[in-house]
């Protein structure tokens, strides 16, 4: 099993970035997929989640309204859309694969993370 990230990069505050994660190795449809992500310092925290199962997706206070997480099935990739960020949306952020999970509590596979630095 391999999930790829991939969308990082630098951008000033209030800019936009799509990160991108493609699932290989897995029946993608019987996962739920997110988003965690790591500043210096701080412990990994998860950002947004979408279900396996559909429904309304799982949003941080801190991505509410900002990000937008979404999946293409026949891709076998989960998108994390994030606009007017800013510093404190610096991190490495992490895709993470729960099998037939509610949430990710449980995170069975982890991809290898991607920087997103946001310059003041």
């Known amino acids: 099993v391999q999930l790829q990230a991939s969308g990082g990069g630098l951008v000033q505050a209030g800019g936009s970035l799509r990160l991108s994660c493609t699932a290989s190795?897995?029946?993608?449809?019987?996962?739920?997929m997110g988003w965690f992500r790591q500043a210096p310092g701080k412990e990994r925290e998860e950002v947004a989640a979408?279900?396996?199962?559909?429904?309304?997706?799982y949003y941080a206070e801190s991505a509410k309204g900002r990000f937008t997480i979404s999946r293409d099935n026949a891709k076998n990739t989960v998108y994390l859309q994030m606009n007017t960020l800013k510093p404190a949306d610096t991190a490495v952020y992490y895709c993470?694969?729960?099998?037939?999970?509610?949430?990710?509590?449980?995170?069975?596979?982890w991809g290898q993370g991607t920087l997103v630095t946001v310059s003041s």
């Open positions: 190795g897995l029946t993608f449809t019987s996962y739920t």
């Open positions: 979408l279900r396996w199962s559909g429904g309304t997706p």
């Open positions: 993470a694969a729960g099998l037939l999970t509610s949430d990710l509590r449980t995170v069975n596979y």
